[in-house]
């Protein structure tokens, strides 16, 4: 697995290029891309700013990778998200997840940013016409992370 | 013990780190919260129980009952919002 933290852009189309590795084991990759708005609550966002816990944003990104290898049989994992100053259009988050068939890699890297949502140590901030103001958790996001809850996949 | 605070709750309290002596008789997450509740203002307000917050201990997600001891790194967050 790699995860990496990281303020720079980054290229999917290169790193799914890196995650299969002619590895012809591998027959499915499924990717997942989050991308900043220009609106979020009827708002218009001009800016968005992407805090989170150096150390323990790893950790938690791994820890999350690792309960996806644990429930489904993957190949490799990748996971990269954007900390810092974004704007609409930018790309935040790559998760990429490559497996024999596409079951368990659709699952995982729904899994995986399910997990992400409710678990890894980021806050957003974003700046509006009105000011800045800090990013509400929503209550889907709990919901779809719950929802893994009472499905465990051998 | 270092506390670490993030995003909103670092801007209420006016704080994002702090070193503290763990008192006697302080061992778990919730010890810990009320103990810093204590010194009233805003660190009574933003910490109250009814504030929806997030802790890790050793940067672990922890619970309420989660035991802290001296030397640990704790820190308390709003609700993540990544991805």
């Known amino acids: ?154 | 013990m270092k506390l670490l605070f993030f995003a909103r709750l670092r801007e209420d309290l006016g704080c994002a780190e702090e070193t503290i002596v763990l008192p006697a008789g302080v061992d778990t997450v919730a010890g810990l919260r009320a103990h810093l509740m204590a010194r009233g203002s805003v660190w009574r307000q933003a910490l109250a129980p009814g504030r929806a917050l997030g802790v890790a201990v050793n940067q672990d997600m922890a619970q309420p009952g989660t035991p802290v001891k001296p030397g640990d790194e704790v820190a308390f967050f709003p609700p993540v919002t990544g991805g």
């Open chain 1, 1 to 154: 697995m790699t995860v990496r933290v990281q303020t720079e852009d980054f290229d999917a189309g290169a790193e799914i290029a890196r995650l299969r590795q002619g590895n012809a084991k591998v027959g499915a990759v499924a990717a997942f891309i989050g991308v900043a708005r220009d609106v979020n609550d009827g708002e218009s966002v001009a800016a968005l700013t992407l805090e989170h816990y150096p150390g323990m944003t790893e950790r938690a990104l791994e820890g999350i990778v690792a309960e996806a290898r644990a429930r489904w049989r993957l190949i490799e994992v990748l996971v990269v998200h954007r900390v810092g100053e974004l704007k609409p259009t930018d790309q935040i988050v790559l998760v990429a997840v490559a497996s024999a068939n596409r079951g368990e890699a659709f699952a995982a890297c729904e899994f995986i940013m399910d997990y992400l949502k409710t678990r890894a140590p980021f806050w957003k901030k974003e700046r509006t016409p009105e000011g800045a103001h800090w990013v509400e958790a929503r209550v889907t996001d709990d919901d779809a992370a719950a929802r893994w809850e009472s499905q465990k996949t051998a």
